[in-house]
């Protein structure tokens, strides 16, 4: 069999690639644009990027730095490393060494190379972010979901990952817990961490801190699962979140000592892939990492935007009948349709895609069903991403209010217009 094309001979797909479709995320970011491009107004809460400006501080260092053209070393420049150490040591209390941070394009790039080097199960709550399981499918690692349930805030349990892992106690795993969450925006409280920590600890599981959104906590109060599992949790984070910058490409992982093996793995690995990431990026980021009174403020008034938009989205949905716990940090909300399912049913609607589809067809409101984020199709839910706004206007104007002053309404209706039109027409949809 021939390729017409070139004439060169067809082969297969690797059966782990075969079938998975593009990114749900990118996928619906392009749905939008082509949308967009017919005439029709499209609401973008699909795409879960941050829709603030890189901090000036940052912008200018890169400007600083745009003749950086040589390759830095695999792990990550120096100065970087350091400078992520010192973040997490100074924000958490977590002090590790520059030698135990690995940077790469990408948190997401990391976490492939994780799964890549470690033999491991990877057990992830449902709902998860879409990208960890197609990952782990691509690489051929068998994933176990960790059922979740609303009542419980979509987080995993420790009494529910200890009967994961008490039939083979001795199995390699990685668990990944993402808070700040994707799709939720809800966070784990210290006693839940502590508690899921102990497990993690009891089996000697990897796990890894999805921590991106972190900083993104809307009470600035982010606390860090590796404060109670130090020798086995790989803390990631970036700059794509809370620093605005996912264009960029910008990933940190930082290892304890006891897993500096699996980062030197990581390497070898990222030394025959990527070679190393951007380094005009890689000298900005260190500005980015060290912080100061500039970032500080930048991302206080970003927390108070996205606290007061999510409250007032979450507020909206509940008058509509349509069950969504209140948001604790990032720009997400995952709301339950279930309590309206007669009404949709009489529309047709008997599953979160086609949810998804013909809200976008009746509104042009885009949001993704709930089963890409690992849960069952026939269940009515989906994630939104209140992010389709003009950011820096808004951050502009969150500046110039007083100190004491709140985002109210006033504010959300001149600056955040788009995200509270979506809301209402979803409402309208429903009722």
């Given at each position: ?11 297969n797909l ?18 939008c644009?082509?949308i ?10 699909g ?18 730095n745009?003749h950086?053209k ?20 100074r924000t ?13 394009p ?8 994780l ?8 057990l ?10 197609p990952?782990a499918?691509?690489?051929?690692r068998?994933v ?5 349930t ?10 529910d ?8 106690p ?20 210290l ?8 497990i ?29 599992y130090p ?10 979140k ?18 500096r093996w ?5 390497a070898?690995?990222?030394?025959e892939?990527?070679t ?5 990026i890689?000298?900005a ?13 930048y ?14 989205f ?25 309590p ?12 979160s ?11 042009g ?25 003009d950011?820096?206007?808004?951050l ?9 002053s709140?985002?109210n ?6 600056y ?16």
């Open positions: 069999m021939k390729n017409s094309k070139n004439n060169l001979p067809a082969v690797n059966l782990n690639v075969r079938g998975l479709p593009v990114s749900a995320t990118l996928a619906i970011n392009e749905k644009a082509s967009k491009k017919s005439g029709r107004r499209v609401f973008r809460l795409l879960g990027q941050s829709p603030f400006p890189v901090p000036a501080p940052v912008v200018n260092t890169l400007k600083e745009a950086q040589d390759y830095l070393p695999v792990k990550g420049l120096l100065q970087l490393r350091e400078a992520v150490a010192d973040y997490h040591c958490h209390g977590i002090c590790r060494d520059p030698n135990d941070v690995l940077i790469g990408g948190s997401k790039e990391l976490m492939f190379l799964q890549l080097v470690y033999y491991g199960d990877l992830i709550p449902t709902p998860s972010w879409v990208s960890y399981a990952q499918h691509i690489i051929g068998h176990r979901w960790i059922p979740t609303e009542e419980n805030r979509w987080h995993i349990t420790a009494e990952l200890d009967e994961f892992c008490r039939d083979d001795d199995k390699p795993r990685i668990v990944i817990l993402n808070y700040p969450s994707n799709p939720s925006g809800a966070t784990y409280s006693d839940e961490l502590r508690k899921v920590a102990a993690a600890k009891k089996y000697k599981l990897i796990l890894l801190s999805d921590e991106i959104y972190g900083e993104l906590h809307h009470k600035g109060k982010h606390i860090s699962i590796s404060r109670f020798d086995g949790t790989i803390i990631s984070s970036g700059l794509s809370w620093c605005g910058a996912g264009g960029w490409r910008l990933g940190t992982f930082t290892f304890p000592s006891s897993l699996l980062m030197d793995a990581m070898v690995v990222a030394s892939t990527f190393a990431t951007c380094a005009p890689q000298y980021a260190v500005r980015a990492f060290k912080g100061g009174k500039q970032i500080e403020d991302l206080w008034n970003c927390r108070r935007i996205l606290k007061a938009l999510g409250n007032s979450h507020e909206k949905l509940i008058s509509a009948s349509i069950s969504v716990i209140i948001p604790d940090g990032a720009f997400y909300l995952f709301p339950n349709f279930t309206i399912s007669r009404k949709l049913k009489d529309r047709g609607i008997t599953n895609f086609q949810l998804a589809d013909k809200l976008l067809e009746d509104t409101v885009a949001i993704l069903p709930g089963s890409v984020f690992g849960r069952p199709k026939e269940e009515l839910t989906a994630r939104l991403a209140y992010v389709d706004f950011g820096a206007r808004a502009s104007a969150a500046e110039h209010l007083n100190s004491g709140q985002i309404a006033d504010f959300l209706e001149t955040c217009n788009n995200i509270l039109t979506a809301a209402d027409l979803i409402v309208d949809w429903v009722q």
